[in-house]
């Protein structure tokens, strides 16, 4: 039985600091291919040394970036990766054997997301496994715009595979949020879209019961500080989503 191929995709934007440690990764591929969003720091050079599949093009949002990488890829199967992610070794086996087997299986899977911050692998709060739809037959598979994050469609069906894949995520509290301020206007702007207003409880106890969701009821306070930390931030993140809606209506 002939073994299926994989293409590994990759768009980025300023990722030199983490992108070569993603595409060490990546190694074992059939297919490289890397969309980069005209970087200003080394990350195309960075990229260049893994494969001669790089392109550059404007930034059009996640969706379509990713989709278009989607389409440069040749493989039976895609594998999609963040610039800030690493697939471990028991991943990378647990792929070949589904290659191995061509004609069987799912036509995507999901699979576990670990989530390092600060150095150290939270397993609570809800931030584990953080199930990540990344690994589907060329062809079924397309991303779609949310809210805030894109996320990945397939037409067919869907499995799980139980080996992680590393997300190096946020740098530090400012990273958060810069991202946060980021994303919450985002998710501000599709909430007032849907017409619903923010109430008080959307500024009070929605950030709240974000923290004690987090902290207690998931269990955040097992991974220390780092639990505490990201259980305040997300609930700070909530609180502006709701004042950005709060904001705009009494404008």
Known sequence: MTR???SAVVVTLNEEERLRACLESLTWADELVVVDAESSDKTGQIAREFTDRVWVRPWPGFAAQKNFALEQATSDWILS?????????????????VLGRPGEGADGYRVPRRNIFWGRWVRHGGLYPDWQL?????GRGRFVDQAVHESVE????????GAPLVHRSYRGVADFL?????????????WIRSGRPARLFDLVWRPLGRFLGMYVARA??????????LASLYAYYVFIRSAKVWERARD
């Open 4 to 6: 299926g191929s994989v």
């Open 220 to 229: 955040g306070f097992l991974d220390g500080w780092r639990g505490f930390l």
């Open 178 to 190: 810069a991202r946060a301020d980021r994303y919450s206007t985002l998710a501000a702007e599709a």
């Open 154 to 161: 397939v037409t067919g069906t869907v499995g799980r595979l």
């Open 81 to 97: 990766v963040d610039a800030d992610e690493e697939v471990s070794p028991e991943l990378r086996e647990e792929i070949r054997a």
């Open 134 to 138: 990344r690994f589907f037959r060329r």
